[in-house]
């Protein structure tokens, strides 16, 4: 493995040899690129491993620090909880960085918050519970290279070259402390090393020119920098990239005509396209069907064109019920063509009515959705929510985003604008820990009702108010003065305690009352 990753890099490096300035430099880093590296040098950079040392820091005190104490600082480091029975050991070329992103991906599922290391320090209380040392410190090639020549001016390959150098001497010095002292929070004991994937030939600047042809083989557009030519394409990157190179046209809207994307001078590709005829083909409009006579919704029609086969909502409705796919593009671009598809046991047509307003069945933001206003204790219905965005002072109804983030209950529960909170409808019936909140909901209630519970401790039971003025006339006193103070631990003649129904639900009280009986006040 590490003679792959040498033998590589060294490869990498060779492209360079003209300048001689930047070759000095990189020489004084050889005796990492020597074969026997890890063998030679093992007794000399592995230390004792010792988690009583003062040298650990508590890595909620790292990121408090001002002069930001690990920034720009390349090394392996070793992060241990409390005890010091679990540990994981790590690199980084920014290890300040490098603890800041593990912050975030701790609460990110998606980027590994559910790994082991990340399981095991939600496990036992959080990031006040872990330590951290650097046991081996780098330098960084790139910030030492601006320090000893600080007149060359460095090229953006020059610069990538010398991240390479930094990141293997770091992740070979990771792969050796993993091997030797076996982290029992590392899920893998591997390293990965980026370069490894590199293409050497994309050093040379001629390679990286991007050309744009049109089906008659003309030169359109060309240019060098990837920004300038999705600029003069009207095209994202992430479009070009899909198409570059490959066997296939992509429309640009900003030139309306299709084009084949290529990089360097790629001419086999281009011949292979011409010699794929199926590529070019459009298929005509379909014949002998009534568009405007079609019900709502995606149709799937049978090849005699008259028997409706399948109606789905969507085209990712279709794709996912016929063939258990996201893709959705073998049915969207033959929809209303003369073309059969054959797509879950069926040879048949996709059609939908040629007025845009009939052809989709739903509507977005048709879910009835509930707001707790956190500061005004207001707990608010709304049909949809489009209805919702225009009373938050939203000018379309299409922003649907911040409501996902801000659903309550959620993993984060940060409320939006620092006020409110949301939820669906649909999970106030499915779940039975929003009992009082229908029941409250099922009240003839008004936009300004604040609705509060009172907790009688001797009956153990809750008692539903629809607004704060009514729970007052029960208890026949005036209570305005002291109220605050009963919403706490204190308790009103000692027997009641009063809880805001928003509190209730957005700090996550329900869950010491799951047992107790409701009953709302009539």
């Not at 950079?45 to 001002?66: T, V, W």
């Not at 910030?143 to 600080?150: A, Q, R, V």
């Not at 990286?208 to 994202?236: A, C, D, P, Q, W």
């Not at 539903?464 to 029960?474: A, G, H, I, N, Q």
Request: proline content about 2%.
């Amino acid at each position: 493995m590490m003679e792959k990753v040498r033998t590589k890099l060294v490869n990498i490096i060779s492209n360079f040899k003209e300048k001689a300035e930047f070759m000095k430099f990189i020489s004084t880093f050889s005796l990492y690129l020597e074969e026997p590296f890890e063998k030679r040098y093992k007794s000399f950079f592995i230390p004792n491993l010792n988690f009583l040392s003062k040298e650990y820091i508590k890595i909620s005190n790292i990121l408090k620090d001002k002069p930001k104490k690990y920034e720009n600082r390349a090394g392996v480091y070793i992060i241990k909880d409390d005890n010091g029975s679990y540990f994981y050991i790590g690199s980084s070329i920014n290890i300040h960085n490098r603890i800041k992103n593990h912050l975030l991906n701790f609460r990110k599922p998606n980027r590994g918050g559910n790994s082991l290391f990340y399981k095991h320090v939600k496990s036992i209380g959080g990031w006040n519970c872990f330590s951290i040392k650097i046991v081996k410190e780098i330098p960084n090639c790139l910030h030492l290279f601006l320090k000893e020549y600080p007149y060359y001016k460095l090229t953006k390959n020059e610069m990538l070259v010398l991240n390479f150098l930094t990141i293997f001497i770091v992740r070979s010095y990771e792969l050796m402390f993993i091997n030797i002292y076996k982290p029992n929070l590392n899920q893998y004991r591997n390293v990965v090393f980026p370069f490894l994937n590199f293409n050497i030939q994309s050093l040379n600047k001629n390679n990286f020119k991007y050309k744009g042809y049109s089906r008659n083989n003309i030169l359109l557009v060309e240019s060098f920098s990837m920004s300038h030519f999705s600029l003069n394409l009207g095209l994202s990157k992430t479009t070009i990239y899909r198409y570059l190179n490959s066997n296939k046209y992509v429309f640009s809207k900003k030139l309306g005509l299709y084009l084949y994307i290529n990089r360097g001078e790629n001419k086999n590709n281009l011949k292979s396209l011409k010699n794929n005829l199926w590529i070019n083909r459009e298929y005509p409009d379909i014949s002998n069907v009534d568009l405007n006579k079609l019900p709502k919704g995606l149709i799937a029609l049978d090849i005699d064109k008259k028997t409706i086969l399948a109606q789905f909502n969507s085209i990712k409705e279709a794709a996912l019920y016929l063939d258990n796919k996201k893709e959705v593009r073998y049915i969207s671009r033959y929809i209303n063509k003369e073309k059969i598809i054959k797509t879950g046991g069926l040879n048949c047509y996709f059609v939908r009515n040629s007025n845009k307003k009939i052809a989709f069945k739903h509507s977005p933001n048709k879910k009835s959705i509930i707001l707790f206003d956190i500061i005004n204790k207001y707990i608010i219905y709304f049909d949809s929510i489009k209805e919702l965005l225009i009373y938050l002072g939203h000018k379309t109804g299409n922003d649907t985003s911040m409501i996902k983030r801000n659903i309550i209950n959620n993993i984060l529960n940060i409320p939006y604008k620092k006020r409110y909170l949301f939820l669906y409808k649909k999970d106030l019936l499915e779940n039975d820990i929003y009992k009082i909140l229908s029941l409250y909901l099922n009240m003839s209630i008004t936009n300004e009702n604040v609705p509060i519970l009172s907790w009688d401790i001797c009956n153990n039971t809750l008692i539903l108010y629809k607004d704060v003025k009514e729970m007052k006339l029960v208890f026949y006193k005036n209570i305005d003065v002291s109220l605050y103070f009963y919403l706490s631990q204190n308790k009103y003649e000692n027997r009641y305690q009063f809880i805001y129904l928003v509190d209730y639900y957005c700090n996550n009280i329900y869950k010491d009352f799951l047992n107790v009986d409701v009953k709302n006040f009539i």
